[in-house]
């Protein structure tokens, strides 16, 4: 795998080295031992998958507090995304700063996001699946988000929202403090 840095500390983008032949490819997307060796999380008891009918919906961001914070690897399966992570770590010398990577069925690319990181994204085609490892379990206590649209943030999504939960229209806006509950 080639692990390329994000310029948000902790943050990585990773691609897989696919081995093609005339059947395909193969590649590995998860090795414990190179993620210990750039100093990542390597146990993830919980899986989670995300499907979306529809080009243009918006998820996020979210993330959990601590104690229950999580790290996530995620990567799309099928169709293609425009994902975000925010560092809401106070006293990161990246707190409040956001990166985005397409990720696609097509390129294989995955993003690893750190605890204390909000997380979102954006379907760019129908039918859209991401797949989720997470270090830790769900606990609904810690769940926290804010606005994908805060101007604070400025994150330039790419299309028109086509579909958006209530519950994620209804975010409180970005705090430098990383505290919102939603």
Known sequence: MIFSPTGLDGAWLLEAERMSDERGFFARTFCRQEFADHGLE??????????????????????????????KLVRCARGALFDVIVDMRP????????????????????????????????????????????????????????????????????????????RDRTLPPYTAEGENRG
């Open 42 to 71: 390597t146990e993830y008891p919980q899986e989670a998958v995300s499907f979306n009918h529809l080009r243009g919906t918006l998820r996020g961001l979210h993330w959990q507090a601590s104690p229950h914070a999580e790290a």
């Open 91 to 166: 006293g990161s010398a990246t707190h409040g700063r956001w990166f985005s990577a397409e990720l696609s069925a097509d390129n294989g690319h995955q993003l690893y996001i750190p605890r204390g990181f909000a997380h979102g994204f954006q379907t760019l085609r129908d039918a859209t699946q991401i797949h989720y490892h997470l270090s830790a379990f769900h606990a609904p206590q810690s769940a926290r988000g804010c606005r994908w649209d805060d101007p604070a943030l400025a994150i330039d999504w790419p299309l028109p929202v086509s579909v958006i939960s209530d």
